[in-house]
């Protein structure tokens, strides 16, 4: 018999049942008590419930094989309301380790030894490197600093002027630290001084001298002690700096530059916004479709119809984008399923809905493994597709994962063992460990008997002979399929030759 894979959630172990999902609905299709025996023969006693669609009773079972969140318990039918059930405990991943702090190696900075009002020493120095401060804490030390250097520079101007005469390299140097904190503290006010104002009549190339020449007095002005009228002996080295002044006229006004928005309509507004978001769910459901082998229509007004041509299984489901969908006529229009894509959040009462996220998981879900419209089809028929619906699709395409590792498992295992060598079940069971029960294993080693694999040969005794070896196994394969692919005609080249 066939054996059903089924993983271990939160709920279930906090209520001691297992949920019944669609595919599980075949294994258990009657109410009423049931029997689950393990792997040492202990007989659990269990109820079906297929109101509630669960199966109470395992919490026993559960704390005998130790068991947690998503371990695995295989499903076997051995006879009406009677059951083998196998635990697989999932490994658990070994603890990070704690990550490391490599020291920063030390770094050369320029460091100030010693500093007078005119000649500052500065030597190399190797310093270790600490964090960096925020950055509103450095600026505000960086503006204490300079106004700290102004107040001393300018107690300092009247008893320096003898010392800048007899050393002129050091006064340029102090020269040239002034007009880099001025340029720094500058606010956007000073940059138009009031001789500027006040000559705003005159043509552009005066103005432009004018400016200049304010900024060449700024520095001036901003470092000469308070009661002084006259200018500093030291030249001050202008600086190179143009400011571009605004031209004169009513139309240097900002209410002549910038002009307001012409006024857009409410109703083209909200049909933008709905061309929008019909346009991002088009998109979502054209990807679903193309995954899952529907055929999309677009009805207009914001409704598309997933159509299943599966002949006698087929059917077809109406997706409104927005709730002013459900108004247009083409939602009047035969469908076998109706449903309105919303949020989470957002959802109406007593309305069948799909909701946006669920939308993206069955995506990834089809991504993942091959989903068909008949495998959907139960959802759309139960009314809405939520995120709690998508997380039982999980369940299904983890399932087809799961089977399609413990193929390759099988596969990996016998890749060990070279051609015409006999293959004994048991010590290959022992070989795979819990990773493939016995119900599994027998299927799969079944199918390498038949074509296209054509592997393994049955012989008395429940063993079985390895014609080929795994490697040769897989290389004819390849070759197969390569043969089939390029004798296989696509139907758009069809269409085209018609």
């Known amino acids: 018999m066939k054996s059903i894979r089924y993983i271990v959630t939160r709920p279930c172990l906090q209520e001691g049942s297992l949920r019944l ?45 130790h068991l947690g969140v998503n371990d695995v318990l295989m499903l076997t039918t051995l006879a009406p309301g009677r059951y083998q059930v196998e635990a697989v405990v999932k490994p658990h991943a070994p603890a990070p380790q704690p990550r490391r702090e490599t020291p920063r190696p030390p770094e050369t900075r320029r460091v100030v030894v010693s500093s007078t009002p005119h000649v500052r020493e500065i030597r190399m120095q190797t310093v270790p490197v600490t964090p960096p401060a925020p950055a509103q804490k450095s600026g505000a030390a960086r503006l204490d600093s300079q106004k700290d250097g102004a107040q001393k520079e300018g107690g300092q101007k009247d008893g320096g002027q003898k010392a800048q005469a007899a050393a002129p390299e050091a006064r340029v140097a102090e020269v040239r630290v002034t007009e880099s904190r001025v340029t720094e503290v500058r606010t956007p006010e000073a940059r138009v001084a009031p001789e500027a104002r006040a000559t705003e009549s005159r043509p552009a190339g005066n103005r432009v001298t004018d400016a200049r020449t304010s ?33 004169a006229g009513p139309a240097a006004g900002p209410a002549a530059v910038l002009t307001a928005p012409a006024a857009v309509p409410a109703a083209r507004t909200d049909a933008a916004t709905l061309d929008a978001v019909t346009l991002d769910a088009g998109a979502q459901l054209a990807e679903l479709a193309a995954l899952t082998g529907y055929r999309l229509e677009h009805l207009g007004g914001g409704v598309l119809r997933l159509n299943a041509e599966l002949g006698t299984h087929g059917y077809s489901v109406l997706v409104a984008t927005s709730e002013s969908a459900v108004q247009t006529p083409a939602w009047k229009e035969n469908a076998d399923y109706c449903v309105l894509l919303t949020s989470e959040d957002s959802r109406p009462a007593n309305t069948p809905c799909l909701t946006r996220e669920a939308l993206a998981a069955l995506i990834e879900h089809a991504q993942l493994a091959p989903l068909s419209p008949v495998d959907l089809r139960g959802y759309w028929k139960a009314g809405s597709i939520e995120l709690e619906s998508a997380a039982s699709v999980a369940e299904l395409v983890s399932s087809h994962l799961a089977q399609r590792g413990a193929f390759s498992f099988v596969l990996l295992t016998l890749s060990q063992q070279p051609a015409h060598s006999v ?3 048991p010590r290959l ?16 080693l079944d199918t390498l008997t038949r074509a296209p694999f054509l592997a393994l040969t049955p012989l008395p005794g429940g063993q079985y002979l390895l014609r080929v070896g795994v490697p040769e196994l897989l290389a004819d394969l390849s070759e197969y399929a390569d043969g089939v692919r390029r004798r296989v005609r696509a139907p758009s080249r069809e269409a085209a030759r018609a």
């Open 429 to 444: 069971a022992e070989r795979l460990g819990s990773g493939v029960n016995y119900a599994e294993l027998g299927s799969i």
């Open 215 to 247: 900024e060449r007095r700024a520095p001036e002005a901003a470092h000469a002690p308070s009661g002084a009228t006259g200018r500093s002996a030291a030249p001050l080295r202008p600086l190179d700096v143009n400011f571009d002044l605004p031209p």
């Open 423 to 425: 293959v004994s079940v």
């Open 21 to 65: 999902l669609k595919y599980l609905e075949s294994t258990f299709p009657n109410a009423g008590p049931a029997v689950l025996v393990d792997e040492k023969g202990d007989e659990h006693a269990v109820q079906v419930d297929l109101d509630r669609m669960r199966v109470w009773g395992l919490g026993g079972l559960y704390h005998a094989q």
